[in-house]
């Protein structure tokens, strides 16, 4: 039973428009939502996150928005630049401290 | 400032043969430590999680199991691999639910034949 739902394998996008991740989820006891990029061979690495009890958390050029009536939040890049080529996870934590990952969406920055 | 290590970089193994796979952490105490794995295709899929020495919780049925010797170090064993073993497989430690981040290690890629 997937808890978090990545549902876009991959995307492709042109460099300085803007990404749209999106991500499900079927648990409401979720705290914490976060969003992780990972490169090949590599640790994931932290981009960010947000609580349960907002529904926008903005840094830098990334967004999260968390719409909690749709269990659904999504990560937008803008502008989206070559390095952002990755693989992004969502993740959410339940209140046991457990942290489930979803399948992971490969972001491509077209030039 | 934390850190987390996590050795071998790249392992290969026969069928059969047992695994040990070491993560340590500095910086920190008490923190919750995470085992995961990534396969073809599968996402990051949750292995083991524990809250403190001695308490693991397991996630997947499987041929692996983990150990919590002390505070900041953890352990994935298996005394036999299977093929299906094979993949990417990261440690990752969490300070305390004031701060929901992960930290994860370089990653430990398992190749068995």
């Known amino acids: 039973d997937q808890q978090v739902k990545q549902n876009s394998p991959s995307l492709s996008v042109q460099e300085g428009r803007i990404s749209i991740l999106n991500c499900d989820y079927t648990?409401?006891?979720?705290?914490?939502f976060l969003w992780y990029k990972k490169y090949p061979a590599e640790g994931p690495t932290f981009l960010i996150s947000i609580s349960s009890i907002k529904d926008k958390n903005e840094d830098g050029r990334f967004t999260v928005f968390l719409n909690k009536s749709a269990k659904h939040l999504s990560l937008h890049i803008v502008p989206s630049q070559p390095g952002d080529s990755a693989v992004y996870f969502c993740?959410?934590?339940?209140?046991?401290?457990?942290?489930?990952f979803g399948k992971g969406t490969r972001l491509h920055i077209l030039p | 400032s934390q850190t987390i290590h996590q050795w071998p970089a790249t392992l290969v193994q026969p069928v059969g043969s047992p695994l040990s796979l070491e993560c340590t952490v500095e910086g920190t105490s008490n923190p919750n430590l995470y085992w995961y794995r990534q396969a073809a295709g599968r996402g990051l899929q949750l292995l083991f999680y524990?809250?403190?020495?001695?308490?693991i919780s397991s996630e997947v049925p499987q041929n692996l199991s983990a150990s919590r010797p002390q505070d900041r170090q953890f352990i994935l064993s298996s005394k036999k691999l299977l093929l299906s073993d094979s993949g990417f497989y990261l440690c990752?430690?969490?300070?305390?639910?004031?701060?929901?981040?992960?930290?994860f290690g370089s990653g430990t890629q398992l190749s068995v034949l």
């Open positions: 993740a959410a934590r339940g209140w046991d401290d457990k942290i489930i």
């Open positions: 990752a430690f969490g300070e305390d639910r004031a701060n929901e981040k992960l930290f």
């Open positions: 648990n409401s006891m979720f705290d914490y």
């Open positions: 524990s809250v403190g020495i001695g308490q």
